[in-house]
Nanobody, 116 residues
Framework: QVQLVESGGGLVQTGGSLRLSCTAS????????MAWFRQPPGKDREFVAS????????YYADSVKGRFTISRDNAKKTVYLQMNSLKAEDTAVYYC?????????WGQGTQVTVSS
């Protein structure tokens, strides 16, 4: 079955950087668009970034444009989220996502806490 496992979260100071990783199993990784979402404390889950498998296009939420970069390594079945210039409002649980035939798959999430 499809599994997604995130790692790389932690505690970082404002202005710092983190790189999140999400490794997939149970699927032909290079055939699927991968995305990152996040859920801040007390708020709904929101889109962060996506990487389109067909042409490598990337899309970002306005709140992270210019600071976050999504990339993937198909050989490792891994998608990354490089987060720079972190702000307190980036504090959230970050989730890896893909959609197969209309069904969403999620990882367990990784906590990112940005302290001021």
């Amino acid at each position: 079955q499809v599994q997604l496992v995130e790692s790389g979260g932690g505690l970082v100071q404002t202005g710092g950087s983190l790189r999140l990783s999400c490794t997939a199993s149970g699927l032909t990784f290079n055939q699927y668009t991968m995305a990152w979402f996040r859920q801040p404390p007390g708020k709904d889950r929101e889109f962060v970034a996506s990487h389109i498998h067909k042409d490598g296009s990337t899309y970002y939420a306005d709140s992270v444009k210019g600071r976050f970069t999504i990339s993937r390594d198909n050989a490792k079945k891994t998608v990354y989220l490089q987060m720079n210039s972190l702000k307190a409002e980036d504090t959230a649980v970050y989730y890896c996502n893909l959609r197969i035939l209309g069904r969403d798959y999620w990882g367990q999430g990784t906590q990112v806490t940005v302290s001021s």
